[in-house]
């Protein structure tokens, strides 16, 4: 991610058409799915954060929080619903709409400075998307089939996750996550750039990888905490660290490694075919790429994880025992 | 820290490795009896036991805060089983685990700076931290209380450690390792980030990295399935059920460190090896008092601004944690 062989120099009438397009068209969807989620949640069945007992795929019961709240935490979220749900802490908490908002302006900035800004628009569109739609999918799916796409054959599964906070929707994602998976992931990969100047693209992607998904590792287990409920897993994965399904780390590494080679590719697909086709074959592959990687979690977790755990002879498995 | 440091001092080897033989020496004997005291003679340093949490005292279970965020049936268990994760596999893994990364950051800190830099960075952070936590740790031991002055609530003492094979005063290896690589990796991170800004910039920008993995570090590793270290209640301000002056003082320790460890060429220079590695260990250890000392009106401070502005107890970020 060197800005000398990355940057890619403005193209005014074609930079102006691109943004109009994918920024409307973003715009008008986000708008869309926000009216869907908070004016008609019987649509899409979004959970009641105020009404727990109408949870289902899954309910409060069947997810993994459930076993770590306290009967007092229980009795709090029965009567009360969601902690935190109120205007401020929605707009302003770590993953609140406008934290992530200035987060994203921010690492935009930067990266328009270093890449351009059709290098820019298309890492934030493109990784805005990428996520959405990735995370979208996974929720929806659990919600409407209990989650038996992800079900490893002997394991009773009760939907996915979801999210229960924010003010601005994509599809079934808050914008604030969105955003926030993009800002985390520009500056780990543009840090694995810095650090490791010398390595090739498939090191960089690597590095950029794992170290998002360290970060994740330590900040799901507090987001999704009893005092926060920032989102909600549902019991049934295979393997789960710290209270988070694997298949999210995994993800994290996957989404971040892929995208960061896609978009680090771009230059050369402008170099081949001009900036138009280069834009259509990214957002092309990123929206494959994201049908590709779902197929492959399913496949990973129903064939993979069960055979290797059932090798060491364990179903499943928690890090630490009991969480 | 490149930028600061064009010329990392070159090699004196029959300085370098007389240095390395003596301070490693002084090092290990510390740490042996330490732990011998920790694991075999506990009562001298009154070390709480990890099996009968019903003998814990300053603070007892009852006064700490995960005690708060444990549902009955934890409660149940801990007491009836001790500190979860405290087998002679899981202590294992923790200290190879940390020997094994500090290593790695040794051997790139050789490359980078030399064997005497590398050196000064390895000890002196080690016994920066582990001076600091064992006398913040004991002083809560033995006085039941701590710099933290409470706020509609009582304060019963600091914090300790639960977990490790081998130790330093009352402070893990693996802890004191852990500073180590973290506050290397992070302020070698800073120095590639702001290759252009000056010593300061760079010690802030290290000092605040290093503290936001602590920020979401620290309540996996405090949770009632790790309990890998207890905090007492009391504090004016907790983050995630963690006392703020845990968050200052990684602040504080990392930023101050760094300024004095990057400092050492320019002492070596004015006074010579031998004297600017005396200096910079005298420095080190007046640094910590130093530190430790700022916590008392920082605390009082803090208390101050709340009480103006009218809270009658704590703050809990978020709420209840």
């Not at chain 2, 910079?280 to 916590?295: E, G, S, T």
Request: with cysteine; glycine share 8%; proline share 5%.
């Amino acid at each position: 991610m060197q800005s000398h062989s990355l940057y890619v120099s403005a193209d005014p009438s074609f930079d102006r058409k691109f943004a109009f397009i994918t920024y409307g068209l973003l715009i008008l969807l986000i708008v869309f799915f926000t009216y869907l989620h908070h004016g008609r949640p019987d649509v899409l069945q979004v959970p009641d954060n105020a009404n727990i007992s109408a949870w289902k795929n899954p309910s409060l019961e069947q997810t993994n929080i459930y076993d770590r709240m306290t009967g007092t935490e229980r009795a709090q979220v029965r009567e009360k619903g969601v902690p935190g749900t109120g205007i401020l802490p929605v707009l302003f908490d770590s993953q609140g709409d406008l934290t992530a908002f200035i987060f994203a302006i921010l690492c935009f900035i930067h990266a328009r400075k270093h890449y351009g800004f059709w290098m820019a628009s298309c890492f934030l569109i493109g990784s805005f998307v990428f996520t959405g739609l990735q995370e979208s999918i996974a929720i929806l799916l659990g919600r409407f089939t209990a989650g038996q796409a992800y079900a490893a054959a002997e394991q009773v599964t009760h939907g996915t996750y979801f999210f229960t906070k924010g003010v601005l929707w994509f599809i079934e994602t808050p914008v604030a996550v969105c955003l926030s998976w993009f800002w985390i992931a520009y500056a780990c990969v543009f840090t694995a750039g810095k650090v490791f100047p010398r390595m090739g693209v498939l090191g960089r992607a690597t590095i950029g990888g794992l170290t998002a998904m360290i970060i994740d590792l330590w900040l799901d287990p507090v987001a999704t905490s009893p005092e926060f409920m920032m989102w909600l897993w549902a019991k049934g994965d295979l393997i789960r660290v710290l209270g988070i399904n694997h298949s999210n780390f995994v993800g994290w590494f996957l989404l971040i490694f892929l995208f960061a080679i896609l978009w680090e590719w771009m230059p050369a697909l402008v170099r081949k075919w001009g900036r138009a086709k280069a834009t259509i074959a990214f957002f092309g592959i990123v929206l494959l790429t994201d049908v590709a990687m779902l197929i492959f979690l399913v496949v990973y977790n129903t064939y993979f994880v069960r055979n290797v755990l059932h090798l060491f002879g364990v179903s499943e498995l928690q890090i630490p025992p009991g969480w | 820290m490149e930028h600061e440091m064009k010329f990392p001092p070159p090699a004196i080897p029959g300085y370098d490795n007389k240095f390395v033989l003596w301070v490693s020496v002084i090092l290990i004997i510390v740490v042996l009896y330490s732990t011998y005291l920790h694991h075999f003679r506990p009562q001298i340093l009154r070390v709480p036991s990890n099996t009968d949490v019903s003998t814990w005292t300053n603070p007892k279970f009852e006064e700490t805060c995960v005690y708060d965020r444990m549902s009955d049936a934890e409660r149940a268990k801990v007491r009836a089983e001790g500190v979860p994760g405290n087998t002679l596999g899981d202590i294992l893994f923790l200290d190879i685990s940390s020997i094994l990364v500090a290593l790695l950051c040794f051997f790139h800190a050789r490359k980078h700076y030399g064997k005497w830099m590398a050196f000064c960075f390895l000890i002196g952070s080690f016994v920066f931290t582990g001076l600091q936590e064992s006398m913040w740790i004991l002083y809560g031991r033995f006085t039941g209380t701590s710099a933290m002055v409470g706020l509609g609530e009582q304060v019963y003492g600091t914090y300790w450690f639960t977990k490790g094979g081998l130790w330093f005063f009352e402070t893990p290896v693996s802890m004191c390792l852990g500073w180590f690589y973290v506050a290397y990796g992070c302020v070698w991170m800073a120095s590639k980030a702001l290759p252009k800004s000056g010593l300061v910039k760079r010690a802030v920008l290290g000092g605040l990295l290093a503290m936001t993995v602590d920020l979401w570090m620290d309540p996996v590793a405090t949770s009632p399935e790790l309990m890998s270290w207890v905090w007492a209640t009391g504090d004016i301000i907790r983050i995630f059920g963690i006392p703020q002056t845990n968050f200052l003082g990684w602040f504080l320790l990392i930023f101050v460190f760094a300024i004095l460890w990057e400092t050492l060429p320019l002492w070596e220079k004015r006074l010579g090896r031998a004297k600017a590695t005396g200096y910079f260990f005298i420095v080190v250890i007046a640094a910590d008092l130093a530190v430790l000392a700022f916590q008392y009106p920082w605390c009082r401070a803090l208390r101050g601004i709340l009480v103006a502005m009218g809270f009658q107890h704590g703050l809990q970020i978020p709420p209840g944690w």
